[in-house]
C-alpha cells in the first residue's frame, strides 16, 4: 500500500466465496512498511481490501 501521509486504514480478507476471514485498522505510517501476518490462513487465493476515508485499494493474496 502506498502512501505519502500517516492514515488509518481498514484491512479486510475474504475468500474467494466472499466469506469474511478478517478485518482490523491498522495505522499505515509514511515512509514504512505494515506486517500483515497471514500465517492463520489456509492454501488459497484471498481478496485483501485496504480502505481509507478516501481510497481503496483491491490485492489478490495467493497463500500456497
Known amino acids: 500500500y502506498n ?3 500517516n ?3 481498514k484491512v ?3 475468500d474467494i466465496q466472499g466469506k469474511e476471514i478478517f478485518n482490523g485498522i491498522y495505522t ?3 515512509d ?3 506486517a500483515i501476518s497471514f500465517s492463520n490462513l489456509k492454501s488459497g ?3 485483501m481490501s485496504i480502505s481509507t476515508d478516501n481510497e481503496r485499494q483491491i490485492i489478490n493474496v495467493f497463500i500456497q
Open 45 to 47: 487465493m484471498y481478496i
Open 32 to 34: 514504512s512498511r505494515t
Open 12 to 14: 479486510s480478507i475474504t
Open 3 to 5: 502512501h505519502s501521509e
Open 28 to 30: 499505515f505510517k509514511k
Open 7 to 9: 492514515k488509518n486504514a
